[in-house]
């Protein structure tokens, strides 16, 4: 069994139009899953569902084989955390101090303890200047990385992100990614929700959904040589994969590009 | 011109939001008619602050804007109005959170009209009719929009925008958070409006690919300062983008690793999938 079942998983908030459908997905300890899907695809919902957020009509999700329920979300949620798109609807603390605080104040955390700690991940995450700042004088990248201090804090394994690094420009963006790629190398279980694909590159693992049900899920490099579920899913390449794709294999000049730009590719 | 910068300068009373930058010294000149206009910049770099006066949501700390006649200096003046103003230049922000407060889509959509008397069978219309203009259906207006995705809530935003019919259109970021159909979806939408109806748009974004396809002229602000006013051709044939920290569109900057590769004779400046598999294939046939 995986550390994180999810099982004939299905969501609908209304009865009537289904959000999601029969998902069921397995993920190890230690993988960086990218779950793309275009808008409405039902992404955000399973992110949402599978951090207890909402509660499914159907099915079940399980860390490390204990069955996310109300009786265990206090437990799971030690496992599991999940930053937003819009940072600004995360904070809780007056000062940054306080919102790396919070999830251990929860968990009853001694304070001595709880300082050091806060210490120790705001260095981690470069923030410890900012501890007593508002978080409402910090830019999106910079709140990003206390949201995600507060949750290493609670000495979490898996850090589900939805979309967030969607509102920050290029720079902040390849800035917090490469700080998860080097949580991923730690160990961290990263799931990334996502539409764009040029963040999903940095995944191992794609999951595709849409309109609600696993459209593809695979290995990425094996994905991406399927130019077709990608626009079957309303998603898009990188460009530089489009173009390779559209190029004539049988005409040696046009294989050397299209060589060229797969070697390009893999090594980003 | 509809919007005249004269040497204006803000900066943010100390204490509040330091990430907002001050702008400084900005001159432009902003025509009613016929231009897609990009804002680009890092974040930081006084976009968004430009941008806020552009329908005197800011007041200028020294220097005045000239929006559609009426002169907006330092002060705020309680006895005048700048209502009108929202008419003339519509501003969509970049969080729809900040915007949408009603109870029901349609209520949100309708409000702005309302709000400039528009009666309210008349408003209903106009929401019908930009509900299905941002890519929803009718379904949405019953809808509770804080119920809906980010980017249905992004496309709701703007349809409250497009319902007032403003004479310029500025949109903080109106596509991030819309997958990539979406995307070029809003772009088409964005181009057809100006086309039929020869608006200003005026979009805030980080996305060179789509200032490249897209728009005929581009604003460079960097630390609060007005850099470049010029073509997006013109810009991405500048070598040094990286400093003020933007990117080259994808187009350039694969046909560019192309091209160092196999020494082609070739023209990377393409704007599109089509036009850089044409020319590429010219040059890699001769």
Not at chain 1, 100 to 123: H, R, T
Not at chain 1, 234 to 261: G, I, M, N, R, T
Not at chain 2, 151 to 178: C, H, M, N, Q
Request: with cysteine.
């Amino acid at each position: 069994m995986s550390y994180i079942e999810v099982k004939d998983l299905s969501f609908s908030y209304t009865g009537k139009r289904m959000i999601l459908k029969d998902i069921s997905l397995s993920i190890e300890k230690g993988e960086w899953v990218a779950i793309l899907g275009h808008n409405g695809s039902g992404k955000s919902t399973l992110a949402k569902a599978m951090v207890g957020l909402l509660e499914p009509n159907q099915g079940t999700i399980a860390y490390d084989g204990v069955v996310l329920t109300n009786d265990t979300a206090y437990d799971i949620r030690k496992k599991v955390g999940i930053v937003f798109q819009n940072p600004d609807n995360q904070f809780v603390g007056v000062t940054v101090r306080d919102d790396i605080a919070f999830g251990m104040e929860n968990l009853m955390v001694p304070q001595k303890q709880m300082l050091e700690m806060i210490d120790f991940y705001s260095e981690k995450v470069g923030m410890k200047d900012f501890l007593d700042k508002e978080p409402s004088t910090l830019s999106g990248g910079q709140k990003q990385r206390v949201a995600i201090a507060g949750i290493l804090a609670m000495q979490t394994q898996v850090i589900i992100f939805d979309e967030a690094t969607s509102m920050l420009d290029p720079y902040a963006r390849r800035d917090l990614i490469e700080y998860i790629q080097k949580l991923n190398q730690e160990g961290i279980t990263v799931i990334m929700i996502t539409h764009d694909i040029n963040e999903a590159m940095y995944a191992n693992r794609l999951v595709i959904l849409k309109d609600g049900t696993i459209f593809s899920d695979g290995d990425k490099w094996s994905l991406f040589k399927q130019p077709e579920i990608f626009e079957n899913s309303h998603l898009e390449l990188p460009f530089s994969l489009k173009l390779a794709a559209a190029l004539d294999d049988s005409l040696p000049e046009e294989k050397a590009v299209k060589d060229f730009l797969w070697q390009s590719i893999s090594n980003t | 011109m509809a919007i005249h910068f004269q040497h204006v300068s803000y900066q943010y009373p100390s204490g509040s939001y330091q990430f907002y930058q001050a702008i400084n010294d900005i001159s432009l000149s902003i025509p009613s008619q016929g231009e897609m206009i990009a804002i680009v910049g890092q974040t930081g770099s006084g976009k968004s602050t430009l941008a806020q006066h552009m329908n005197a949501l800011l007041f200028p700390s020294s220097g005045c804007v000239d929006i559609f006649g009426s002169t907006i200096r330092q002060k705020r003046d309680k006895k005048i109005s700048y209502n009108h103003l929202r008419k003339h230049v519509g501003l969509v922000f970049q969080f729809p959170e900040y915007q949408l407060f009603e109870e029901t889509v349609q209520k949100d959509i309708m409000f702005g009209p309302m709000n400039f008397k528009i009666s309210a069978a008349d408003a209903a219309v106009l929401a019908q009719k930009a509900i299905v203009q941002v890519g929803l259906d009718e379904t949405y207006l019953k809808r509770n929009p804080f119920n809906l995705s980010g980017g249905e809530k992004k496309r709701v935003s703007i349809a409250g925008i497009l319902a007032l019919d403003p004479d310029i259109l500025v949109l903080d970021e109106p596509t991030s958070g819309l997958d990539p159909k979406g995307k070029s979806q809003m772009m088409e939408l964005f181009t057809a409006i100006q086309k039929q109806t020869d608006k200003t748009i005026i979009i805030i974004t980080h996305d060179m690919d789509l200032v490249y396809r897209y728009m005929d002229r581009v604003i460079v602000m960097h630390e609060g300062r007005l850099i470049r006013d010029e073509s997006p051709d013109r810009l991405f044939h500048r070598k040094n983008l990286a400093e003020l920290h933007l990117d080259y569109p994808e187009t350039i900057s694969v046909l560019a690793a192309i091209k160092a590769q196999f020494s082609l004779d070739i023209d990377i400046y393409q704007k599109d999938m089509d036009a850089a598999l044409v020319e590429l294939r010219r040059a890699v046939g001769k």
